[in-house]
């Protein structure tokens, strides 16, 4: 009996290499930059023809599939999951990254059936580090099986969180509060890679124990999720209840222990609008 999804799967990790190409070539010449939402929510010509590669192909091989894209959704695409097969793509996951030539720059896709995530790959580019999980079968880098560090106190962990400027004053200073409060737990230290994607699978190969953040999209968290899952890792809202893919925001750690421990101490930013499911 042929396997759908894997198929999928194998046709996927083909355009994320060629899209991987694309980024690593676009990094040797001058990037051209333009700004969405804010002066810090920036966008590159290179997110844009990444994403339409990957759509295209994909289009081109399942027709009757859905597409969440990160750059669709801004230019006036709706960000609605449903119960059919769904791409949702993040074709440069830490743009400013990109665009600073820092070297922690991902692909991110995940697929969903029933608004549950079947695989998900993230590619970090510069470093050529193919991250790779489909459900129940484990979790890989370049082929390798990952898994989570299993780090059960808070006080021996590395925690990963993005930090950046906020127009809105209250959501500035819940972030700051946020910082301040996990550093005094204390912990071994707080990161900023700068790519929710490759963050996630920071914890999922158990180089942190740790990673939360509110205010991200579904695209930022699809691919990462289901490695970190696969690698044995925990993922929860900031409230502590379940994950919810279109909530915006998540608590990742190497353990339930860290995760409901990070979830009691870090105030939620309540102000952010979800996305949507049907």
């Given at each position: 009996?042929?396997?759908?999804?894997?198929?999928?799967?194998?046709?996927?990790l083909?355009?994320?290499?060629?899209?991987?190409?694309?980024?690593?070539?676009?990094?040797?010449?001058?990037?051209?930059?333009?700004?969405?939402?804010?002066?810090?929510?920036?966008?590159?010509?290179?997110?844009?023809?990444?994403?339409?590669?990957?759509?295209?192909?994909?289009?081109?091989?399942?027709?009757?599939?859905?597409?969440?894209?990160?750059?669709?959704?801004?230019a006036?695409?709706?960000?609605?999951?449903?119960?059919?097969?769904?791409?949702?793509?993040?074709?440069?996951?830490?743009?400013?990254?990109?665009?600073?030539?820092?070297?922690?720059?991902?692909?991110?896709?995940?697929?969903?059936?029933?608004?549950?995530?079947?695989?998900?790959?993230?590619?970090?580019?510069?470093?050529?580090?193919?991250?790779?999980?489909?459900?129940?079968?484990?979790?890989?880098?370049?082929?390798?099986?990952?898994?989570v560090?299993?780090?059960?106190?808070?006080?021996?962990?590395?925690?990963?969180?993005?930090?950046?400027f906020?127009?809105?004053?209250?959501?500035?200073?819940?972030?700051?509060?946020?910082?301040?409060t996990?550093?005094?737990?204390?912990?071994?230290?707080?990161?900023?890679?700068?790519?929710?994607?490759?963050?996630?699978?920071?914890?999922?190969?158990?180089?942190?124990?740790?990673?939360?953040?509110?205010?991200?999209?579904?695209?930022?968290?699809?691919?990462?999720?289901?490695?970190?899952?696969?690698?044995?890792?925990?993922?929860?809202d900031?409230?502590?209840?379940?994950?919810?893919?279109?909530?915006?925001?998540?608590?990742?750690?190497?353990?339930?222990?860290?995760?409901?421990?990070?979830?009691?101490?870090?105030?939620?930013?309540?102000?952010?609008?979800?996305?949507?499911?049907?």
């Open positions: 009996m042929s396997d759908p999804w894997k198929e999928c799967m194998d046709h996927c083909e355009v994320t290499k060629k899209a991987g190409e694309m980024v690593r070539e676009a990094l040797q010449k001058e990037i051209a930059v333009m700004q969405k939402s804010s002066p810090v929510d920036l966008v590159t010509e290179t997110d844009q023809k990444v994403e339409q590669l990957i759509i295209s192909s994909i289009k081109e091989k399942y027709p009757t599939h859905s597409f969440i894209g990160e750059e669709s959704v801004a006036g695409a709706p960000s609605v999951l449903t119960d059919n097969p769904t791409w949702i793509i993040d074709p440069i996951d830490g743009t400013t990254n990109f665009v600073h030539r820092f070297p922690f720059v991902s692909i991110s896709i995940g697929f969903t059936v029933k608004k549950e995530i079947e695989f998900g790959i993230v590619y970090s580019c510069i470093e050529d580090k193919m991250y790779t999980a489909r459900k129940g079968k484990g979790a890989f880098c370049n082929g390798v099986p990952i898994k560090s299993g780090q059960e106190d808070i006080s021996q962990s590395m925690v990963l969180t993005e930090m950046g906020k127009n809105d004053p209250e959501q500035f200073n819940t972030m700051l509060a946020n910082l301040k996990i550093l005094t737990l204390p912990v071994h230290g707080i990161r900023s890679p700068g790519s929710a994607a490759v963050n996630m699978c920071l914890v999922a190969c158990g180089s942190a124990d740790a990673y939360y953040h509110m205010g991200i999209h579904c695209w930022d968290m699809a691919g990462g999720a289901a490695v970190v899952k696969e690698a044995g890792g925990v993922i929860i900031i409230s502590g209840g379940p994950f919810d893919l279109m909530s915006r925001r998540l608590i990742v750690a190497s353990s339930r222990a860290i995760a409901e421990r990070i979830a009691k101490e870090i105030t939620e930013i309540l102000s952010l609008p979800q996305e949507s499911k049907l």
